[in-house]
């Protein structure tokens, strides 16, 4: 296609210059120059000629004087060019010193300055050299003002100084002209600071922009939201937030999680298990089965029941277990409780598993067993050496190998695991 484009312009072209050749032909026009005597004729079709080759004459000879000074700037921008991707590659590998080196030297093109000097100062901060770092970015922050501030920011947050940093965005924040980078360093210092008004206001045009993919902004709402939740004071006002929140954020099984941990704090056991159980209805979270095995409670036996329930859809859920494991502990049912906390441990190993099975023993009165169990425990959460429970302990233990289930799609029909 583009070839026939480019005869139809040729064609185009050449039918102009020769009705333009006809029409100069007629009348060529005349010009007459005279000056201390000279005296030049001349067609005007040949005088824009003659102009038009002066002109390149002009441009070439300029060109050819300027060619000798400008090696010498052009060597420096291809130098310091490749000092930009050396030393940025550095900064990828951990080699900081070297990064802030090359970078540094990057930094004397005006045209690198403002980014050369970011990486460098992102460099010298982690080698902990953050008076270098600091330095950097007073530099930077007059080439990439917006860009600086951000990681003055982001370095103050990470030293510790999140109030520091809250200072440095807020009054951006309040005109609303800072950047997606900004609206995330305001949220996490808020956070931090625990300005939770301020880490909410922050979500929503960090939302619109769409600088951060979905899972990311998901774990940072979710931080968000969970700290505001924790922060209320009472059950009316946990209440009152709970229903103001949109109905996609109380979906979120973090959100559910922190939700219900605070209201059954305050004694509002009853909503909570209400919320625990309508998000287990509409998806499976082993955050939120683990949830409602510790909420406290007089149902706890219906509780067990409905748990139990969920066995057959989900056998070899470690999380499951663990629960139905902590319930019958509560309920001095010593043998199921084994049961469920042993294959809990066999499918997935957890410390809060061989606390509860610690729990269990000492339950049934064997102080030694128990004793193994609470050392399991704390040498799980250190990440030591497990040691085995003796054999008369084991005797009788059902099988903990993973129950084979069937699993279908959206249409019925049976599928593989994985």
């Given amino acids: 296609m583009k070839v026939w484009r480019w005869i139809l312009l040729l064609v185009i072209v050449a039918a102009l210059a020769a009705f333009g050749w006809h029409w100069v032909a007629d009348d060529p026009g005349y010009v007459l120059l005279r000056l201390r005597g000279w005296r030049v004729e001349t067609t005007l ?29 052009r060597r420096h921008r291809r130098l310091s060019q490749q000092r930009m991707g050396a030393g940025l590659i550095a900064l990828i590998e951990g080699r900081h010193g070297d990064a802030e080196r090359d970078l540094n030297r990057a930094s004397r093109l005006d045209s690198l300055r403002g980014p050369a000097l970011l990486a460098a100062a992102e460099a010298a901060s982690r080698r902990g050299e953050h008076g270098r770092a600091l330095e950097a970015l007073n530099q930077a922050s007059q080439s990439a003002p917006q860009a600086a501030r951000v990681l003055r920011a982001r370095l103050l947050r990470r030293e510790g100084k999140p109030a520091e940093a809250l200072a440095l965005l807020t009054p951006e924040s309040d005109k609303g002209t800072l950047t997606p980078g900004g609206w995330r360093e305001l949220a996490l210092a808020a956070l931090a600071q625990g300005d939770i008004r301020r880490a909410r206001e922050a979500l929503d045009p960090l939302q619109k922009s769409g600088a951060l993919g979905s899972r990311a902004y998901a774990a940072l709402e979710a931080s968000v939201l969970t700290a505001t939740i924790n922060a209320a004071p009472d059950g009316a006002s946990l209440n009152t937030l709970w229903s103001q929140l ?67 859809a989900h056998p070899n859920d470690a999380n499951l277990l663990l629960t139905l494991g902590r319930m019958c502990v509560r309920l001095k049912l010593w043998g199921k409780a084994r049961q469920h906390l042993e294959r809990s441990l066999a499918l997935t190993p957890s410390m809060a598993a061989w606390e509860a099975l610690g729990d269990t023993f000492a339950g049934q009165g064997d102080a030694e067993q128990a004793q193994r169990c609470y050392r399991n425990a704390l040498a799980f959460g250190r990440g030591g050496v497990i040691t085995p429970l003796a054999q008369r302990a084991q005797a009788g233990q059902p099988d903990t190998q993973p129950i084979a289930i069937e699993e279908r799609d959206q249409h019925g029909v049976p599928r593989l695991r994985g």
């Fill in 246 to 312: 949109p109905k996609a954020q109380r979906r979120v099984p973090a959100v559910i999680d922190a939700y219900a941990r605070r209201a059954a704090s305050f004694g509002l056991t009853l909503p909570a298990m209400d919320e625990v159980e309508s998000a287990l209805r509409r998806e499976w979270s082993p955050l939120l089965i683990e949830t409602y095995g510790t909420l406290a409670g007089d149902d706890i036996e219906a509780r067990l029941r409905r748990a139990e329930s969920w066995l057959d």
């Fill in 45 to 73: 079709v040949a005088a824009v000629l003659i102009l038009l080759v002066a002109w390149a004459l002009l441009v070439a000879s300029w060109r050819l004087l300027r060619w000798p000074f400008g090696a010498f700037s």
